[in-house]
């Protein structure tokens, strides 16, 4: 079982093809790490997608939501010495769903303030991260905001969490940049 904690909730979405079953519907617990040095944030470039995202994944069945975020942003980042500064929201969203017997999937997404420390070593990604051609890199998140939402207005290849991180990415601007606490 996964060791679930209390956040606050900061938005639900569904998809306009999520069916809203329970029976056909599967929770997906994840986690998602924001790790900021300035006005520049820590993300995942998608070549395949050419979206921004945070760094972050699936939480392991027996994992806690903070030891699967400091495996996610290791293994996706390099990162280490990753301490978790605080809580900063949990998003839901309910979409479609590609392994049976399942139709939807609830993708719970716990996102948290870390701090790491100065230097990446290589990222352990895996096999389709790769073949996504993803990498992490440090970039303005004014600048992520805004690549987003042009791809966003202008692209048909686009991943269904776009939407998830850009408005992750502009809350995250709006409020840790106003109060000073990345």
């Not at 990162?79 to 839901?92: C, P, Q, V, W």
């Not at 609830?106 to 895996?126: G, H, K, N, W």
């Not at 996504?132 to 290849?157: C, F, T, V």
């Amino acid at each position: 079982m996964i060791i679930i904690e209390t956040m606050q909730l900061l938005k639900q979405t569904r998809h306009p093809d999520a069916i809203s079953c329970p029976a056909s519907t599967v929770l997906r617990t994840a986690t998602r790490a924001i790790v900021m040095r300035g006005e520049d944030i820590l993300l995942l470039y998608t070549k395949r997608y050419d979206d921004y995202s945070l760094p972050g994944g699936g939480v392991n069945e027996g994992e806690s939501l903070s030891d699967g975020l400091k495996r996610e942003l290791a293994e996706e980042t390099g990162a280490s010495d990753i301490e978790i500064l605080e809580e900063f929201g949990l998003y839901r969203e309910w979409r479609p769903w590609h392994k049976a017997p399942y139709k939807t999937v609830q993708m719970d997404s716990y996102c948290y303030v870390c701090r790491i420390a100065e230097t990446l070593a290589e990222p352990q990604f895996e096999a389709h991260e790769i073949n996504n051609g993803m990498k992490a890199l440090w970039i303005n998140i004014h600048h992520a905001i805004a690549h987003n939402h042009h791809i966003i207005q202008h692209s048909d290849l686009k991943g269904l969490s776009i939407e998830r991180e850009t408005y992750l990415l502009e809350l995250i601007a709006s409020q840790l940049l106003k109060t000073g606490s990345a």
